[in-house]
């Protein structure tokens, strides 16, 4: 009996030391956010997209068949190049029919302004009566209102045939072309759009947090995702007087001359100045990395203050920190206080984590060898 005893016990003891390993947690794998340098504190950068100063839809006044079309989308143009004319027969007959019309309204006027000066000289010797005067004059006046009329209409049958001919309103690019040869086109209908030499803008929308910090000439700096370490400046030349889509404001900024190869439709980073920069840095995380477990504190008149998680890796645990968050802009924070450059913030899984928590960093596993079971 003693013997069973002595075995009994280490067993019990053996088996209680498992079942503590077995409920013991594993360690949670976080992942980080190494917070980098400040950022500027009075800056907002937003994407826009570039549109040409000077840009136009040109079309024919007139209808017709178009005869010729010289330029196609991408060619350069001067002001006052031939970019495409339609048939013309149909407003020359038109105008020849206008001066034929005219050569007679004028001759059918002189005719009645010498019948009302016979009229006159003939009442004089008291010929003719007062009435058939005032019928000459009449006759005269008609001829006058007629003759004016042919001038008008010959007037609009030139300008018709010289509209025949769409030229360029200024000099650019030729963005867009929309016609044909022997196509017909109905007057006002657009055949081309034109890019102006004038330069180029940005148009972007605000929102309405900072929209009064914008002011008419303010500097700007615009990146290019296309151009790389092209950064060229411009200032504010609009401002929207009217909320868009989201309570933003569309505001456009006109660049500088330069010598980067820019195009209409591209897409561009604005960066703009908003007052005075403050003496604080400012660092940006994702709203991700705030514990929403515990409720923002401070109204809009003081700082913010807001709970993080920063991952210490010598202890590898983590940290709860207080931060003062200066604004929220898009998906990002904009800390003032609580953290500094190298400061590894937790932005995933930080409803489950509390302070002196024990934890590992995650780090993603790439081009891990697939294992094949061949035995199977």
Not at 75 to 86: F, I, M, P
Not at 180 to 195: C, M, S, W
Not at 351 to 369: C, H, I, M, R, S
């Amino acid at each position: 009996m003693k013997t069973l005893f002595l075995f009994v016990i280490p067993m019990l003891l053996l088996t209680a030391c498992m079942g503590e390993e077995a409920v013991e947690e594993p360690v949670r794998a976080v992942k980080t956010l190494t917070v980098s340098e400040a950022s500027d504190a009075n800056t907002r950068q937003i994407a826009g997209v570039v549109k040409a100063v000077n840009e136009s839809e040109l079309s024919f006044q007139v209808g017709g068949r178009i005869a010729k079309v010289d330029v196609k989308a991408g060619d350069s143009v001067v002001k006052d190049q031939v970019l495409s004319a339609l048939e013309q027969k149909n407003y020359t007959l038109a105008l020849e029919e206008a001066q034929a019309n005219l050569a007679k309204a004028k001759a059918d006027l002189v005719e009645k302004k010498n019948m009302l000066q016979r009229q006159k000289n003939l009442k004089k010797k008291d010929f003719v009566s007062q009435a058939a005067v005032d019928q000459a004059q009449a006759a005269y006046q008609a001829a006058e209102s007629s003759y004016a009329v042919a001038q008008t209409r010959l007037k609009t049958a030139r300008n018709d045939l010289d509209e025949t001919v769409l030229r360029a309103p200024f000099s650019g690019r030729i963005a867009k072309r929309l016609i044909d040869p022997f196509v017909e086109i109905a007057a006002g209908k657009t055949a081309f759009e034109l890019q102006g030499e004038g330069g180029y803008e940005v148009e972007v929308l605000v929102p309405e947090t900072f929209i009064r910090d914008i002011n008419y000439g303010d500097p700007v700096k615009v990146r290019f995702p296309t151009l790389k370490k092209a950064v060229v400046s411009g200032r504010i030349s609009q401002i929207g007087a009217q909320a868009e889509t989201g309570n933003a404001f569309i505001v456009t900024a006109e660049l500088a001359r330069t010598f980067y190869d820019i195009f209409a439709g591209m897409t561009a980073q604005v960066t703009f100045s908003l007052g005075e920069a403050g003496d604080a840095p400012v660092y940006l995380i994702p709203v991700s990395a705030l514990d929403v477990r515990i409720p923002v504190e401070g109204e809009k008149s003081v700082k913010k203050q807001a709970t993080v998680y920063v991952f210490k890796p010598d202890l590898q645990v983590v940290e709860k920190r207080k931060v003062s968050i200066r604004d929220i802009f898009g998906n990002k924070l904009e800390v003032e206080e609580g953290l500094e450059p190298g400061d590894m913030v937790i932005v995933a899984g930080v409803p489950f984590l509390t302070d002196g928590q024990k934890v590992k960093e995650w780090k993603p596993a790439y081009n891990v060898p697939a294992t094949i079971n061949l035995s199977q």
